[in-house]
């Protein structure tokens, strides 16, 4: 097992990010205009000054340079300092975000999780009945909805019509900060980004339970007499529940995405409006500190949901 | 002989289409797609209005006889900006996943193909890829190279190339040890036939289904792209854009016509392709056997 996760790490996770991180600094680098496009625009200012400007923020060296100073930085644990004229170090900034896109998105997990998983349960059981059909259409909603859509209507219905909830923000300065509060910041936002886990994790679950519930020994249980309640939630659940640990993985790379549209519209102060803030002011280390910490947080998904997975099924060995 | 192969392609399709039928969420989705796409293409025909017309007269009009969708806070006609964005949203999507579907169609059976260190060099390209926080990416790139349709276009498919290719080179793995190629090798076809000729053709229809389902996403994601003003850059109507436009408070409370038919446009339409592409899973699918 152990070995399984350092072979992960050092032969696949490392290659992967460091190759990540060199075309995302490539694709940054070579687009036409810089940083400091914008100073061209200002009149009576010298262009030395651009220069200046362009050499303090190590512009002026080729591409392959600023990657590797850049990578050198990163692997002593330093994200370098943003290019704003504050140049706080992306480091702190990313700090400052990153519990409210956790917070969303583990939100949003649990609703998925914890509402898509009873909904599969049943809507397999109880197999083309009418409460069937209804989960599996609105399976396909959940995914088909685009998220933004979803969100525009909620704030519409719940923040601007009913007015029961907050029109987006989290906690106005010296608000207290109550549970209630948190509930009703954190509603709508993790409901937007949740809908579609909630749709996939209820038609995985329904389509796993449906590929247990006629084996061998589910047959042998019924046949010793036992209730279908416990043939069920004792049996068969167990290993239906297990592809399901896997989905994870895969749906925390579309989570993470999602809470930057999410974030957007319910001005969420996540790392997501930070990160469409810096890319519209080509802010370089602040753009690549957000979009790594994103895919390291995915290849972390990844390795988690693989072990969980070996931790829940006997039969798989990692070797 | 080769009639008989040809009847017998026939009847395959014939299958096809008759387990397809039999799915009525499917056909119900192939209509409303079909309604879309003949809206796109004949929108000139369907108003009279040019989407991009400002009529500063006629700002934030709601549903009347002249504007049955009402007019945005410019003046332009909201049914022809859905209609005429339509065809924006669609073709972007269209164009983006056959970009995605060429480089997707080319690396994954090079790799399938070749096997070996072409495989793994390729193979590993698409986990690179795979990593990438996708719309964060699309985001930063989108950005950095300035909003436009071409942009969109190519970003959204050069983004997701690693799933066709995973998918075509497992296929070219399944397929590499049938009967058929060993013949053809036997025989003495070249890897350029084997490949185009024998292989390709069998791995087309995993290839149709994930391609539908492709297009509904590349759809969203442009729409995504739009809403955040990353995307289809204005004026020009997207379904995306559209509902950016809409997005101050003002406008949201008061004025639900500007948003709530591009949002239902895209709605409508991913929904369709998603049944679509559920219901050519299913048909392809030879366990579903129908006699």
């Not at chain 2, 879309?36 to 209005?49: G, N, Q, R």
């Not at chain 2, 080179?169 to 000729?197: N, Q, Y």
């Amino acid at each position: 097992m152990w070995r399984y996760i350092m072979r992960r790490i050092f032969l696949q996770g490392i290659p992967v990010l460091l190759g990540f991180s060199f075309l995302l600094y490539l694709v940054i680098t070579i687009a036409p205009g810089s940083p400091v496009t914008h100073l061209r625009g200002v009149p009576n200012l010298d262009s030395s000054v651009i220069e200046q400007r362009k050499a303090q923020l190590g512009l002026d060296q080729p591409f392959i340079v600023q990657y590797l100073n850049w990578l050198g930085r990163v692997l002593r644990f330093d994200l370098g300092l943003s290019f704003d004229s504050a140049r706080r170090p992306v480091a702190d900034l990313i700090k400052e975000r990153m519990p409210a896109t956790i917070t969303l998105s583990l939100a949003s997990i649990v609703l998925g999780w914890g509402i898509g998983i009873p909904i599969g349960i049943l809507s397999a059981r109880y197999q083309y009945s009418v409460f069937d059909y209804a989960i599996t259409f609105f399976a396909f909603v959940g995914i088909s909805i685009p998220s933004f859509f979803f969100g525009l209507i909620q704030l519409y219905v719940f923040a601007l019509k009913l007015n029961v909830l907050p029109a987006g923000g989290f906690f106005m300065a010296g608000e207290a900060r109550t549970l209630a509060g948190y509930v009703s910041y954190l509603l709508l936002p993790s409901l937007t980004l949740g809908l579609a886990s909630i749709a996939g994790v209820a038609r995985y679950m329904r389509a796993s339970l449906l590929e247990v519930i006629n084996q061998d020994y589910l047959r042998t249980a019924r046949a010793k007499g036992l209730p279908e309640r416990l043939v069920v939630y004792k049996h068969a659940l167990r290993n239906a529940l297990l592809p399901i640990l896997t989905l994870l993985g895969f749906m925390i790379p579309g989570i993470f995405s999602g809470a930057v549209i999410v974030e957007s519209i319910f001005a969420w102060p996540g790392l997501g409006s930070l990160a469409i803030q810096a890319v519209n002011e080509r802010n370089y280390p602040v753009i690549m500190g957000i979009d790594m910490m994103f895919a390291v947080l995915i290849f972390l998904g990844s390795i988690v949901a693989d072990i969980s997975y070996a931790l829940a099924d006997p039969r798989i060995r990692y070797e | 002989m080769d009639a008989a192969l040809h009847q017998e392609q026939l009847t395959t399709g014939k299958k096809v289409w008759r387990r397809f039928c039999r799915n009525r969420l499917a056909l119900a989705g192939l209509v409303v797609l079909v309604l879309f796409v003949l809206s796109a293409i004949f929108a000139p025909w369907l108003t009279d209005y040019d989407p991009n017309r400002n009529n500063l007269r006629d700002r934030n009009k709601p549903p009347s006889r002249e504007h049955p969708l009402g007019t945005d806070d410019m003046g332009r006609d909201i049914l022809a900006r859905t209609l005429y964005g339509g065809r924006i949203s669609l073709t972007v999507g269209l164009v983006a996943v056959g970009i995605s579907m060429s480089i997707g169609l080319i690396l994954g059976s090079l790799a399938g193909f070749f096997g070996g260190a072409v495989d793994t060099v390729i193979m590993r390209l698409a986990d690179i890829f795979y990593s990438f926080p996708f719309l964060i990416v699309a985001i930063t790139i989108a950005a950095i190279f300035g909003p436009s349709i071409y942009n969109t276009m190519v970003i959204l498919g050069i983004l997701s190339w690693p799933g066709p290719a995973r998918l075509l080179r497992a296929e070219f793995l399944k397929l590499k040890t049938t009967d058929f190629v060993t013949a053809a090798e036997g025989i003495g076809a070249s890897p350029a036939r084997i490949m185009f000729r024998h292989v390709l053709p069998n791995a087309l229809s995993p290839l149709l289904v994930s391609a539908t389902l492709e297009v509904a996403s590349a759809i969203l994601s442009e729409a995504g792209l739009s809403f955040l003003g990353l995307g289809v850059p204005p004026p020009a109507p997207s379904w995306g854009n559209m509902l950016n436009r809409a997005r101050p408070l003002h406008i949201l409370a008061n004025m639900p016509w500007m948003w709530l038919p591009p949002g239902t446009a895209i709605f409508v339409v991913v929904l369709a392709i998603n049944f679509v592409g559920d219901g050519l899973r299913d048909a392809f699918d030879p366990r579903q056997d129908l006699s």
